[in-house]
């Protein structure tokens, strides 16, 4: 027997409770993760990273509908631009990040210019271009960048600030929490571009271009400006990445392996959800890490698809969407009515009108 969901009103007591619920749940994690042990925390800090990265692939691909297949490009240029700066002109990694953000947003722009003029698969080989072309570009410069010898990130180099009390080998730690403060910060980021006029816009474009050009939006300012925001958020990404290994390859890794595993946790966790890159990272970082204790080599690698490929199947729209479609079959939000409840007794028809507008009525039919 089938029951009704529970209908609960926005900033009502009930929906108050259970985001402050929600709020605690997140605190009580977050503590929980810091007190694992250091191998355990630093894989709790990889899934943070890859969910920013993702994070900024789903404003391209997610809420914007451009398919890229070439943000491994831009999580290397984060993380060689915190390389650099930090080990040819000695910054503190910290302050490299906003560095890497602005950079990533440009390459992002020039990205996302193509996007004016083709889309789907055309779209999709010009930023599978881009990440291809990455590695041989870093390549060529290899004075800054190592080349195909690698950047290595001295961990004195990556010494925690004085203020924070963490010491040169409490890194780990100290990386932990600059990730959790990110991570944070793209979320509410993501959360609040969305609601935007220009994530709204966004939308529109992604699903009838003609009609979102047709309401005024500049589809050619959306499309690259939205390029530019995925490619700096994946870049944030890239920096911590470059904090967490310390020792840059881009021959292995941030190759167009990596690129797949971004959009394989994009669509693991949901396309076009707020919480969708977390569990999606959830599963990247996890989930080949548990298939390669089951089996080794080519075993791993069939388990690890087997496993993906049973997630699609059991929840098509990401472990975001299947789990809201179940939370949904018990309790429903609806939206406040408060500040509403004149307007609809406007609309509700007096059922004793008044004597004036009787005796106008009768005259009018005396006179028909």
Not at 59 to 67: K, N
Not at 356 to 366: F, I, P, Q, S
Request: glycine share 12%; with cysteine; net charge positive.
């Amino acid at each position: 027997m089938s029951t009704s969901p529970t209908l609960v009103r926005r900033n009502s007591p009930l929906h108050l409770t259970l985001l402050a619920v929600g709020a605690l749940v997140v605190v009580a994690a977050i503590f929980w993760g810091y007190g694992l042990q250091d191998f355990n925390r630093g894989q709790v800090t990889r899934v943070m990273i890859y969910a920013v990265a993702i994070a900024g692939l789903n404003i391209a691909s997610g809420y914007s509908g451009l398919i890229s297949v070439g943000h491994s490009a831009f999580f290397g240029l984060g993380a060689y631009t915190t390389g650099v700066l930090v080990v040819r002109y000695g910054w503190s990694a910290e302050w490299t990040i906003p560095v890497a953000f602005v950079v990533c947003f440009v390459a992002g722009l020039i990205v996302g210019l193509p996007a004016l003029r083709i889309r789907g698969l055309y779209l999709a080989m010009v930023t599978l271009a881009f990440g291809v072309a990455f590695p041989e570009l870093i390549g060529r410069f290899d004075s800054f960048t190592g080349g195909a010898e690698g950047l290595t990130i001295r961990n004195r180099m990556l010494r925690p600030p004085d203020w924070t009390g963490f010491k040169l080998g409490e890194k780990d730690k100290w990386l932990y929490w600059v990730a959790v403060v990110v991570l944070l910060f793209t979320m509410l980021a993501v959360h609040n571009l969305v609601r935007s006029r220009y994530g709204l816009a966004l939308v529109a474009a992604r699903d009838n271009e003609i009609a979102a050009a047709a309401s005024g939006v500049n589809l050619a300012v959306a499309k690259t400006v939205a390029f530019g925001v995925s490619g700096a958020l994946t870049g944030i990404g890239g920096s911590l990445f470059a904090m967490y290994l310390g020792t840059l390859v881009a021959g292995d890794s941030f190759t167009l392996l990596s690129a797949i595993s971004l959009l394989t946790g994009l669509v693991i966790g949901g396309q076009a959800t707020r919480f969708g890159p977390i569990l999606g990272a959830v599963a990247v970082v996890y989930i080949p890490y548990y298939t390669s204790d089951i089996g080794q080599g080519q075993a791993a690698a069939v388990l690890f698809g087997a496993v993906l490929i049973a997630i699609i199947f059991v929840a098509p729209e990401g472990l975001t969407g299947g789990f809201f479609r179940l939370f949904h079959k018990y309790v429903v939000l609806v939206p406040s009515v408060a500040g509403r409840t004149p307007a609809l007794r406007q609309l509700k028809p007096d059922p004793t009108p008044e004597p004036a507008a009787v005796e106008e009525l009768a005259a009018t039919r005396k006179s028909n």
